[in-house]
């Protein structure tokens, strides 16, 4: 995989990152009036995302938008809408109905992800205009775990995983973030020095090898 690479120092991680999130977010609303931005959860990004609602950009052109969650009581800590609540929703100045959240509460967790597939074709055609993504020491990312079946479903946009730690989660699709005009890998911590190898080669095999390396960006320090 060849991509754009930052490596930042460990102490100013989240500044800086916020930083570069911020200036393609700038890009996208300069260029097309508007920002689809989908984003992740697992550990790293909260501190960055919190960094990123204080830049002043226009809030009022973003939608906010979800890679991945998990299925999970609304409010409880798993959920990544919990993080994003905290980190970013309430303090960026996000109009309400550009905020669109998965519904892992639905009794009907399939008909859930058809809704959402069919809101992202409504509000921006299927095509994000950048995706946050995250790393696991294991090589997985966007809920795409090595062995899954929906690493490998071609025909919708959002899916259900099987479980993993003890949970499903609803995910985009490998073709729905790869449609996407960026993404940027948001990766900290020296345990995910191997996945970081694979991300890099081109014949690595993890689940994030998955991702296109087109107009995709890497930022990574080796810190926590």
Known sequence: MTIEEHRLNSDGFAVAAARLMAGSIRTS???????HLALSGGKTPWLVLHQL??????????????VDERVAPDG?????ATGLQASLIAHAHLPSDHV??????????DAAAARYAASLQDLCGGVLDIVHLGLGSDGHTASWH????????????????EPFDGRRRMTLTVPCINRARQRIFLVTGAGKSNALEALRSPTGTIPANRVSDRSTVLIWSNSE
């Open 53 to 66: 609602a204080d830049h002043p950009l226009d809030w009022s052109r973003v939608h906010l938008w979800q």
């Open 76 to 80: 409880h800590p798993d959920r990544n």
């Open 146 to 161: 090595s062995g899954d079946p929906l690493m490998d479903v071609t025909d919708r946009d959002v899916a259900l995983s």
């Open 100 to 109: 669109h959240l998965m519904d892992v509460t639905s009794d009907d967790l």
């Open 29 to 35: 609303v300069e260029t097309r009036g508007t920002c």
